[in-house]
């Protein structure tokens, strides 16, 4: 495991005070002492930060390096000097042939050729490292680089008039395909709202509108040590998280690449080893004390103490059919894990089995989506006298978690099979599986590029939702638009004829190995990228193409025709996120009352700092605290893509039965990485509920 240990002082999780502590490089002295720029790791604490700043570095032009050629005095006789000095010139004027052949045939290498010329530290731009997580954070590189010789903004335009407004009437076309506007936001809510109610009374309908068996939301005073797992996509997180009892907690975590051959591998046992195996590890790193004394009382004893076992929160972000607390069968998998061996089985149960052959002292006391988890970390850290609403997940996938009455889950209440839960507080989470809403197509868009990467999915005709919105499909669906427009020999997108046609004077080229060619080769971080691109001549979309798509020499018509297509995709995902999250706020009737309708567990709290009810931070003044629609957000999405909350909100707007109103009563704030602080906060009401 590559062990990020980030350890994490986390006063709050809302959007507004989010805290890390990074771990400070040594000093270094003397002889080894050399300048180096420390980067402390730069948590987005509001959706906005996170890219805008890292755009904003990126924006500003690097300066050239410095060359000191060294000088060498030598004596010679005149003979070999003039030997040497003729072998001199012959030698000069051969590199400098060398140099201008090298020139000229340089666009024509093959890419891989050229990038590996282009990867020499001492001259080459940083190219944008990105991830789902940090899309656009730019590394500053030990010595100033030069810009990049093929996509330099030249300062002047050559724009070819015809080919621009071919182009860029083009890309209007393409961009006005996606757009999704307020009489189809309308329908599509209530579209929502009616699988949300069918959902609630029968198995098998398009939300899933599972019953998760968690009965309240905690209200910041929760105490203890606690141990959470995190498996939702491309990473497994462990964390151990110590909940300090007034809205505040500590948390250490680990996070390792799940290898791909695991999400495909043909038995559970593959992929559930390996993940015990992480725990194991974490447990040695961080707890070796614990782990060894437990370790040692196993041999001497037989067996361990019941107060020295973790309670663990699983958070296993699949759609998972729920029997209990620590209980659920996997009914499909998603975000392109598959492992047919798994479907139909209790995912608690074969975590569990692994963990008890590597004789763990661990419970797997609670079974949590990573919607649910989020939403129970809001609800412990949020400002305000009202409990959270939902918890949503704008990542690798999407998806939602809200408070429900108890009483309109009919299909648990009325049911034989249900397992026991806690009654009294008269509600119950209720994860609503929205990736596959409206399946059927009712009301989703539905563009030629939506019905491309559906058939070529994993799973098509599944999650049609969630391949709308979430950030493991919109890069794709940029890539299907753009390589529609390039594969057009009357659109000109990355055709040049020559090189005097553009502002770079160099002729646009896609190398054949580009990743454009390849489905999944766009990241949805670029998307991010496009949107927050406000450089002359889009200089960083131009760059970014260039380094990381293999398409070089780019021009500015082309960059505009990118950059107007890739907003077109995510403004929409951010439309059709609004519809799930204005649905919820109608269908739990949350505008008509406020704090009366509000979770169970909202009261006031004695030794709660700073008291609950007391905190103001919507920044919507006007907006009563106890009016307040809290709803807690996590998500590569809602962390990095500019603006996504700003369309949301518009989206919002222009459902007439929120209005302006209604949408100003919306607090959307960040709980990042909340799964894991919600799966400890799960555990430990489960770990009480076995206790009883
Ligand atoms: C899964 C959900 C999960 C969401 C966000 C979806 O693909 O079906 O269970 O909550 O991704 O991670």
């Known amino acids: ?107 024509r290498l093959p890419h891989e050729l050229r990038q590996y010329f282009s990867s020499k530290p001492h001259w080459r731009v940083p190219s944008p490292e990105f991830t789902l997580r940090n899309p656009v954070l730019f590394h500053e590189p030990p010595t100033c680089p030069r810009p990049d010789q093929h996509v330099a903004f030249a300062g002047t335009f050559y724009t070819n008039t015809e080919r621009s407004m071919n182009l860029a009437e083009q890309a209007k076309r393409v961009a006005a395909e996606f757009e999704f506007g307020p009489g189809n936001v309308r329908k599509a809510v209530k579209e929502f709202v009616r699988e949300m109610d069918e959902g609630l009374q029968k198995e098998g309908t398009e939300l899933s509108q599972i019953p998760t068996y968690v009965t309240a939301v905690p209200n910041g005073t929760e105490k203890g040590l606690y141990m959470a797992v995190d498996l939702g996509g491309t990473n497994f997180r462990v964390c151990s998280i110590q909940l300090h009892g007034n809205t505040t907690f500590s948390l250490t975590q680990s996070k390792v690449a799940i290898p791909h051959e695991l999400m495909v591998a043909k038995t559970s046992k593959e992929l559930f080893s390996f993940l015990a195996k992480q725990i194991e590890n974490f447990l040695k790193a961080h707890h070796e004390d614990h782990y060894t004394a437990t370790i040692k009382r196993r041999q001497t004893e037989g067996n361990i103490k019941e107060e020295e076992i973790f309670d663990l929160g699983f958070t296993f972000s699949f759609p998972v059919q729920q029997i209990g607390i620590n209980k659920g069968v996997l009914m499909r998998w998603t975000k392109g894990f598959d492992i047919q061996e798994t479907i139909g089985q209790d995912v608690c149960a074969l975590l569990q089995k692994e ?59 009325q049911s034989k099979d249900a397992g026991d839960f806690d009654k009294s507080t008269g509600e119950m989470i209720v994860n609503t599986e929205w990736g596959s809403f409206d399946n059927s197509l009712r009301t989703l868009p539905n563009t030629p590029y939506d019905v491309e990467l559906d058939a070529k999915s994993v799973n098509p005709g599944i999650q049609m939702f969630e391949k709308r919105v979430s950030g493991m499909f919109l890069g794709e669906l940029l890539r299907i638009a753009l390589v529609g427009l390039v594969k057009d020999p009357a659109i000109p997108l990355f055709k040049d004829e020559n090189s005097s046609q553009n502002d770079v004077h160099s002729t646009t080229q896609i190398h054949e190995g580009s990743p454009i060619w390849k489905q999944w080769g766009i990241d949805t971080s670029f998307l991010s990228i496009c949107a927050g691109d406000h450089s002359d001549g889009h200089r960083v979309i131009r760059q970014t193409l260039d380094k990381e798509y293999g398409i070089s020499a780019v021009s500015a018509e082309d960059a505009e025709a990118v950059r107007e297509i890739a907003f077109a995709v995510g403004r929409r995902a951010a439309r059709l996120a609004a519809v799930a999250i204005g649905a919820i706020v109608l269908e739990t009737g949350r505008l008509r009352s406020a704090t009366a309708s509000g979770t169970a567990t909202t009261e006031d709290k004695e030794g709660v700092d700073p008291p609950r009810g007391t905190v103001d931070s919507s920044g919507r003044g006007e907006v009563a605290e106890e009016d307040v629609i809290d709803i807690g957000v996590d998500g590569s999405l809602v962390e990095f893509y500019p603006n996504f909350e700003e369309h949301i909100r518009q989206a919002l707007r222009e459902v007439e039965e929120i209005g302006e109103q209604g949408e100003k009563r919306i607090r959307i704030g960040i709980a990042k990485d909340g799964s894991g602080v919600g799966a400890a906060l799960i555990a430990l009401v489960a770990g009480r509920m076995t206790e009883d």
């Open 1 to 107: 495991m590559v062990d990020t240990k980030v350890d994490l002082a986390i006063a709050r999780i809302d959007s507004y005070t989010v805290k890390r502590v990074s771990p400070t490089p040594p000093a270094k002295t003397g002889a080894d002492a050399s300048p180096t720029t420390t980067l402390s790791s730069q948590p987005a604490s509001s959706w906005r930060e996170g890219s805008t700043a890292a755009l904003a570095k990126a924006n500003s032009a690097p300066s050239s390096p410095r060359v000191t050629v060294p000088l060498r005095s030598t004596s010679r006789s005149r003979d070999t000097a003039s030997f040497s000095l003729s072998l001199h010139h012959a030698i000069s004027i051969a590199v400098l042939l060398l140099v201008l052949a090298f020139q000229l045939l340089a666009p």
């Open 355 to 413: 963990i008890d052959e590597l004789h763990l002292p661990v419970r797997v006391a609670a079974l949590v989506n990573d919607t649910v988890g989020t939403l129970m970390a809001r609800s412990y850290t949020s400002p305000g006298k009202t409990g959270t609403l939902l918890g949503a997940i704008f990542g690798t996938g999407t998806n939602g978690a809200y408070v429900e009455k108890l009483d309109k889950v009919s299909k648990l209440t």
